[in-house]
């Protein structure tokens, strides 16, 4: 079926203002990332949805970031009162199994830029 | 801090040259490992990943990675390069002792040229 679905693909919002961020992952998969990537750092890992189990939130680098997985399915990452630092990448990335034994699937991501 | 390390930030060479990508992770116990690639435009996609088994891996497009325990390290070579491998290439780890998230490396950006 259709690959990791992202939307909006690009994001401008002003300084202060919330943003919220889609994932459609690959139906049943069960596992679901979110990573920022920035020009010269890489992949940054936000957040882990696996199945019903609580997330981890360990990489999500304030608490202006928050994220949530309806239904298993579909999630929304949301940016409150964003700042210029946050402008980057947002990529979601979604598994069939447990993230450690399946590949991850990436969508094409959000490019969110902070004026 | 636990971690996953690429050594290049930026490679350069010319076609047929060999390619040979660091990486270094930090965990214990038991880890999955993977490189991933992103061709420029494109969205990251996997090269190659190993679990268990031969410590010598294949992946697609020539590609191989050998996994060496004692040197908790998983370097990406190929023999020959072509200008089609001009990408970024990202080292990731899924460590049980990291509550099983795959961590990736901060990348190495190849430039073959023509």
């Known amino acids: 079926g259709a690959g990791v679905s992202q939307s909006p693909s690009n994001k401008v919002t002003e300084k202060g203002k919330d943003v919220e961020l889609r994932c459609d992952p690959i139906?049943?998969?069960?596992?679901l990332y979110w990573y920022r990537q920035s020009l010269g750092q890489g992949l940054e890992f936000l957040i882990y949805f696996q199945g019903n189990s609580a997330p981890d939130k360990s990489g999500l680098p304030s608490d202006r970031f928050s994220a949530e997985r309806t239904g298993g399915s579909v999630s929304t990452l949301t940016i409150q009162r964003t700042q210029q630092e946050d402008s980057a990448v947002y990529l979601c990335?979604?598994?069939?199994?447990?993230?450690?034994?399946?590949?991850?699937?990436f969508g094409n991501g959000t490019r969110l830029t902070v004026t | 801090a636990q971690s996953v390390s690429q050594h290049n930030h930026h490679v350069i060479l010319s076609e047929a040259a060999s390619l040979e990508l660091g990486c270094n992770y930090s965990y214990g116990g038991t880890v999955n490992l993977f490189w991933y690639v992103q061709y420029p435009g494109q969205h990251l996609q996997l090269l190659l990943k190993y679990f268990s088994g031969d410590p010598l891996v294949k992946g697609i497009k020539g590609f191989e990675a050998e996994f060496i325990k004692s040197k908790f390290s998983f370097n990406l070579r190929k023999p020959s390069v072509q200008w089609s491998d001009t990408a970024e290439y990202f080292c990731?780890?899924?460590?049980?002792?990291?509550?099983?998230?795959?961590?990736f490396g901060g990348g190495t950006r190849v430039l073959v040229k023509p």
């Open positions: 139906s049943g998969h069960t596992a």
């Open positions: 990335a979604s598994s069939s199994l447990q993230g450690g034994d399946s590949p991850l699937h």
């Open positions: 990731a780890v899924n460590a049980r002792a990291a509550g099983n998230k795959l961590t």
